[in-house]
Structure formats: structure tokens, C-alpha cells
């Protein structure tokens, strides 16, 4: 197995709204079963973890040699943030397999150019 996946743009550094392109793809001994690229965000910390699929592409299964190209429009919400008991992260996926084989990009979305930093309030 050897999946590839790159941002064209600098991934820290992503805007609401702003159009995103990358490229993809893998070399395999066999194809795989399934295959999809997905931009989604998540959330990490205390309580119940929540994910959000914006948008999934499903990937051509018949061949064991794939390179492609993938765009996304950013939605306008949510922001990346880090704060103290959560932090709500975006991410690229390339998840071939159900998920036994997953190359991940991670990404900071926000419109001051940089993840938000929840502190404490005084």
C-alpha cells in the first residue's frame, strides 16, 4: 500500500469560503474495494466527540494505480479552534478500504489566518 495526498495551498493557513486543491492517489498490489476523499471537521476533548462530513468523493476502485487531482470549497463554519476542555479540528481524508489504509492532511480553517485560541474568561 502507498497512498499520496497534498494540499496545493499551505494547510495552516486556510481561509472560510476559500476554494482548496490538492492531488491524490496510490499504488497497490491489488485495487482496492472502495475509496473515498472526504473533507470533514472534528471534535477532540471532553464529552461526546462530533464530526461533520462536508463533502465526500467517491474514488475509481478498478485500478491499482490512481493519480488525480481534488478540489474543495471551504464552507463558511465552523472555525478551528483549541481551547482548554475541546478542540474542533478540520481534516482531509484518503480512505481506502473502510478505513483499513487512511492518509490524512490536517488543516486549520479560520478567517484571522490562524487557529482560534479560546482562553479563560476574567
Known sequence: ???SLALNQDPTTLVPGQVIDGTLGWKRD???RKAMLRLFWYTEGRGTQ???IVEEIAL???RKILSGTFRFQLPEAPYSFQG???TL???IELVVNKGKEVERLDLVVSPWVEQVALGTVE
Do not use: F, S, Y
Open 1 to 3: 500500500m502507498n497512498l
Open 30 to 32: 491489488e485495487p482496492p
Open 50 to 52: 462530533d464530526v461533520g
Open 60 to 62: 475509481p476502485k478498478d
Open 84 to 86: 482548554k476542555l475541546i
Open 89 to 91: 479540528k478540520w481534516a
